[in-house]
């Protein structure tokens, strides 16, 4: 029971490291206790429980935001996914293997918790725990799973040098190959300034938090953002507004033919420049879009993205006739979203910009494809009101640092309710807004162009490392410790 505690407690560490808290340091701590408590342990069950008592200490305050989307599922997915770091704890070890197998076994179940079920879950995750830190940078490189390896590999290194203090070697190398491929991410421009610049304005119209489509009216969300859109003058020179995500909503009636539209037209016609704003529709009965379109002062509508990734229990109800049958509220999210098929991007103000909307931030590879196809900076419409507190969005700000680092791009966060920021390519946030405050942020943001290793080679190199790195620890461990047959 000792030894259980202290794994939670190690893994509470772990959650105090990710946002809203943001103790980032502790990440390693909560590893590095971790690791010892883990020593102690005999048999592959007792490494399991250990295993999975310091998930569920890590996961269960870490993704407390879910509590709010579907409590089964909150529940479901803190046991599930902590009994995924209680198997990679099963992987037995000798002292010479343990380097290579610890972060290598808690990597591949990360990896693994980034695209499953239901398209993954990558919230409190080591790699958001570590966007305030110095290791960051490592994001050029590998993106989150090589800075998910990172944070481990040092937790473990320093457990092996507190066990070990006359064998400071070899964990003293994995610390130095961290820190050498940090300075490498620091020192090599992988991206450059295209010497042209995008005056934005971000507009967020406030209001409350906590609630949800169902109850709220949305022409009282229009109209927040309309008149805060009303503050911008043409003196102000501004070349892009830019509406969060989804908070126009026409229902039955196509965004084209809406009276929205109208309005939305007539502010882009006072200030003589496009919009991006987030709207729903209702194609069909059942089912809704969620895209970001773009107005110009003429009222024409020039381009769309249809949100990619969609929410699980969010924005569709997964195994809907199996959750009514056992008397979930599957009445919570009464229609399923369509997913889109485009690429990441829009073309606007005679500039091309990648767009990730709301929870595709929390995925590299979306960012990474708006990029890849010319995207001169990040546009991250999101809209986080339908949750209480600041852990979900406190984290979606994490993860925007993330992308703009692998992707040296400038990123534009703007919600309904907060939080709305612009975020350099070195991952600095600035002029982050408040909860429920009404703001109009503006900024002459520079364009960029090149790709780093991350945007060219996405996490396929990472995971096949990490896969390698682990059989090669087992390897190591079962040569080192096997009897040697007599002769």
């Known amino acids: 029971m000792t030894r259980l505690l202290a794994a939670l407690g190690a893994g509470s560490l772990v959650a105090a490291s990710l946002p809203p808290w943001g103790w980032w340091p502790l990440a390693f701590v909560g590893v590095a206790v971790f690791e010892l408590v883990l020593a102690g342990a005999t048999t592959r069950a007792q490494r399991w429980r250990l ?3 310091f998930g569920l200490g890590w996961l269960a305050p870490g993704m407390g935001w879910m509590w709010f989307l579907t409590p089964p599922g909150y529940a479901i997915a803190s046991v599930g996914f902590a009994a995924l770091h209680g198997v990679a704890a099963m992987a037995t070890t000798g002292s010479r293997g343990r380097l290579l197998v610890r ?27 570590q966007a305030a830190g110095p290791l960051a940078v490592l994001g050029r490189l590998g993106g989150p799973i090589l800075l998910t390896w990172a944070t481990l590999a040092i937790g473990v290194a320093g457990a092996g040098i507190a066990r070990h203090r006359a064998h400071w070697r070899e964990p003293a190398v994995a610390v130095a190959v961290v820190v050498a491929l940090a300075g490498v991410a620091w020192l090599v421009p992988f991206t450059r300034s295209t010497g042209d610049t995008l005056r934005v304005a971000a507009v967020q119209g406030g209001g409350p938090q906590g609630t949800l489509a169902i109850d709220t009216d949305p022409r009282d969300v229009v109209q927040r953002h309309l008149e805060a859109t009303a503050s911008l003058g043409r003196e102000q020179s501004v070349e892009l507004v830019v509406w969060p ?17 109208r309005a939305v037209a007539a502010e882009a016609a006072r200030l003589g420049v496009p919009f991006a704003v987030g709207i729903t529709e209702r194609p069909r009965p059942w089912r809704f879009t969620n895209a970001q379109v773009v107005v110009q002062p003429d009222g024409s509508l020039t381009d769309r993205y249809d949100k990619v990734r ?21 009445d919570r999210v009464p229609t399923d979203a369509i ?6 991007y829009l073309d606007v103000a005679d500039r ?17 494809d708006g990029v890849g196809r010319g995207g001169a900076l990040v546009l991250n419409p ?32 703007v919600a309904p309710t907060g939080f709305s920021a612009f975020i350099s390519p070195s991952g600095e946030v600035l002029d982050r807004t408040g909860i429920s405050t009404r703001a109009v942020l503006v900024a002459d943001l520079p364009l960029r162009e090149g790709r780093t290793p991350y945007g060219v080679g996405g996490d396929v190199p990472v995971v096949a490392a990490a896969l390698a790195a682990l059989l090669s620890g087992v390897w190591l461990t ?3 410790t096997a009897p040697r047959s007599s002769r």
């Open 382 to 413: 999101t809209n986080g009101s339908s949750y209480t507190g600041t852990i979900l969005q406190t984290q979606q700000i994490a993860s925007s640092r993330l992308r703009a680092i692998e992707t040296g791009r400038w990123v534009v966060q």
């Open 478 to 480: 079962r040569r080192t």
């Open 352 to 368: 091309r910009l990648a767009v990730v909307i709301s929870w595709e931030v929390f995925f590299g590879g979306r960012a990474r």
């Open 51 to 53: 295993g999975t008592a």
């Open 310 to 330: 969609r929410v699980p229990f969010g924005e569709y109800m997964p195994l809907r006739g199996l959750l009514d049958a056992v008397g979930a509220p599957v």
């Open 245 to 261: 995500e989804n908070v126009i909503a026409t229902g039955d009636t196509p965004f084209a033919d809406s009276d929205v539209r």
């Open 339 to 344: 997913a889109g098929v485009g690429p990441a």
């Open 103 to 129: 972060p290598a076994a808690h990597t591949l179940v990360e990896a693994l918790r980034f695209a499953a079920p239901f398209g993954g879950v990558p919230l409190a995750s080591l790699a958001i725990a």
